[in-house]
């Protein structure tokens, strides 16, 4: 009675495993079907995981304008951290003190930049009102990005999220025109009515083989050009035309998405690299979840918007976990950190982070 009670035993343990085997099999063919009909995967997808909680350095601007009234030195706006914080990374801001000496040259080494970019695993360049020909944002922010452009040609995947002023800056560089003219070279960029101003997307026809949205499920994808409201706020664009008049901007980046402006003017509105993690956006997507702001004329975030800031952000920080850059220590990476500061509320109802140089 043992024996064949025994028996009986090794029998439902040889099915169980039998059973098991097989639906693991048929969930593993499952799978890699679903991943062959995904289009492009995000860089995050590809590589190990070199880092959990990565820190992401956002380069600060000089105060200048009309918020001058209110700060004085560098800021960072503090939706621009609040988005990358709830996406599980850490922010440092990227500040240049002393950055021009008395003859208006940058005062600060390239040793010193690089120091500050072996130390962060991904970049975020800010929207904002400097001119990138006469300001320490324009002269760092050129630095780092060919630092960054170095370091994805040697295998480190290093990414980069640029939003409007960044997206122009990024522009002149990879087209080869330079800082010379800053944001005012219109043999680059054009004049466009799109100031204070939103638009769903018209999502490029080849999406699929974006890294952006190539793994963006459908009802993503009619978020995007149904729902959102991608706020605009810039008179200087890049359009289709004068992209494709430069080979080297045409080479390093393609188009995701484009708008028209109120007079039908089109601009591209999203570019990604071809072969590099660089994002470039000239629209803002963190205005949706972070700078709801009372009686705005068209600042209106939908719960759509929310979701697309989101998956976008979360897939950014997901490609700077393959990074491997860390601080030489664990007490300067702590003492660098945004959290060491107390955001400044302005008139408005936006919060800023100062920094007095």
């Not at 026809?205 to 994808?221: C, E, P, R, V």
């Not at 980046?253 to 402006?261: A, G, M």
Request: glycine content about 6%; aromatic content about 10%; proline content about 4%.
């Amino acid at each position: 009675m043992l024996a064949k009670n025994a028996m009986i035993l090794v029998l439902v343990i040889l099915l169980g495993t039998s059973i098991t085997e097989t639906k693991r099999k048929k969930t593993s063919s499952n799978h890699a079907r679903g991943t062959k009909n995904r289009g492009a995967q995000p860089f995050a997808i590809k590589s190990r995981l070199q880092t959990f909680q990565p820190i992401i350095g956002i380069l600060a601007q000089e105060a200048t304008g009309r918020i001058t009234r209110e700060i004085s030195g560098q800021y960072i706006k503090a939706s621009y951290a609040k988005m990358i914080e709830t996406a599980g990374a850490r922010v440092v801001p990227v500040l240049y003190p002393s950055i021009y000496d008395n003859m208006g040259r940058i005062n600060q080494s390239p040793q010193q930049i690089q120091n500050i970019f072996n130390s962060i695993n991904g970049l975020l360049l800010p929207g904002g009102h400097v001119k990138l020909q006469k300001s320490g944002y324009g002269r760092v922010g050129k630095m780092l990005y060919e630092m960054a452009v170095q370091s994805n040609r040697q295998g480190q995947p290093f990414p980069i999220w640029a939003e409007c002023l960044g997206l122009e800056l990024i522009a002149l560089l990879a087209s080869g025109r330079g800082l010379a003219r800053g944001q005012y070279d219109t043999e680059l960029l054009d004049r466009t009515d799109s100031k204070i101003y939103s638009k769903p997307l018209n999502i490029s026809k080849d999406y699929k083989q974006s890294q952006l949205l190539g793994s963006a499920d459908s009802t993503m994808i009619q978020y995007m050009m149904r729902d959102l409201k991608a706020y605009n706020n810039h008179d200087k664009s890049l359009t289709p035309e004068k992209y494709n008049k430069y080979p080297s901007l045409k080479s390093a980046f393609r188009i995701v998405s484009t708008n028209k402006d109120r007079k039908g003017k089109e601009y591209i509105s999203t570019m990604e690299g071809r072969k590099f993690p660089f994002f470039l956006f000239h629209w803002h997507p963190n205005k949706a979840r972070f700078e709801q702001l009372e009686n705005h004329p068209v600042h209106h975030p939908s719960h759509e918007s929310f979701l697309i800031a989101q998956y976008l952000t979360k897939l950014f920080v997901d490609i700077a976990r393959q990074n491997n850059h860390r601080f030489a220590t664990t007490q300067k990476e702590k003492a660098a950190l945004i959290q060491n500061y107390t955001p400044k509320k302005l008139e408005d109802g936006r919060l800023i982070y100062q920094f007095k140089m």
